[in-house]
Structures are given as structure tokens and as C-alpha cells.
């Protein structure tokens, strides 16, 4: 395990992600946006944070064409 990595709670995470809504923010746990239990704790790590948004990540607009 990588040290120095601060876990991130659920809240942390709902805020890196724009304040999404608790719903929402299970909703992609359901598609795959991993978490870790540390006994009552539900959190995140910020790396698989970061590769989820990464793997979901789509470009709209003229940037896009």
C-alpha cells in the first residue's frame, strides 16, 4: 500500500466531484467508482477518484468535433 495518500471520506469525494448529490454519488458506485470500509468508515481513494473521472470523461460542445 502507498503511504501519504489521505483517504478521502464521502463527502471529500462529493465535493471533488462538484458537490454532487449524495444519490448521485452512489449511483456511480454502482458503475464502478471504487470504495474502501475501514470498519463503520466508507471512503475513497483519491487516485481511483481521479482514474474514474478519467474513464468517464466526455468532451461536449465544439470542443468536441
Known amino acids: 500500500m502507498t503511504t501519504g495518500t489521505a483517504l478521502l471520506t464521502v463527502d471529500e469525494a462529493r465535493e ?4 454532487v448529490s449524495v444519490g448521485t454519488f452512489y449511483k456511480l458506485v454502482a458503475e464502478g467508482l471504487p470504495l474502501v470500509k475501514l470498519r ?4 475513497v481513494r483519491p487516485e481511483d477518484l481521479a482514474t474514474f473521472v478519467e474513464r468517464n470523461l466526455r468532451v461536449e460542445g465544439p470542443a468536441a468535433a
Open 16 to 19: 471533488a466531484l462538484g458537490g
Open 40 to 43: 463503520s468508515r466508507t471512503l
